[in-house]
């Protein structure tokens, strides 16, 4: 039972870490999106949207680490894991902001040909672009934190950063 309880608490941690440091970079986009946009009428995402989406992306990035095919460059250089998951989790974050609008515009009465039209019109627009760059920035810093924990160790990795 005491492995379970320990389990657990380290799951609920690293959702927790996870969710502070995507709550926090979406919030810093969103600010940087408002700051772009300031003016022009054009409506951004709200603080609250960032910080719920950055509970959202923790868990799904927890709950994706768990297939093995995410893991495929267990004997070689960092490099080659960062790149292999970072790739596939904006990968991932480009089908989901495909998605979102989407379904958006099908709900909204819009047909499949039209929903995708209007979707891949904001695509088309730099500050879809922007924020992407921004994305996958986040999701590169966290994949390596996390890469660079597995192998040096947590412990020892927050010695090097916070000293005793």
Known sequence: MAG???????????VLVAAVYFATGFCFIVLADRLITMGSGIETASFFRA????????????????????????????????????SIYV?????????EPFIKYLFKGMGLSASHSAVLEEFAKPRFW???????????????????????????????????
Do not use: C
Not at 135 to 157: C, D, I, N, P, Y
């Open 4 to 14: 379970r309880a320990a389990r657990v608490k380290e799951e609920v941690r690293k």
């Open 51 to 86: 910080v719920v989406g950055g509970l959202i992306v923790a868990k799904i990035l927890l709950i994706v680490d768990l297939f093995p095919f995410v893991h495929a460059f267990p004997g070689k250089p960092l490099v080659h894991n960062i790149i292999w998951k970072s």
């Open 91 to 99: 990968a991932a974050s480009l089908v989901f902001r495909y998605m």
């Open 130 to 164: 922007a924020i992407e760059i921004w994305l996958a920035m986040l999701l590169v810093g966290f994949v390596t934190m996390q890469e660079l924990s597995r192998v040096v160790g947590k412990e020892k990795l927050r010695l090097m950063f916070f000293g005793r």
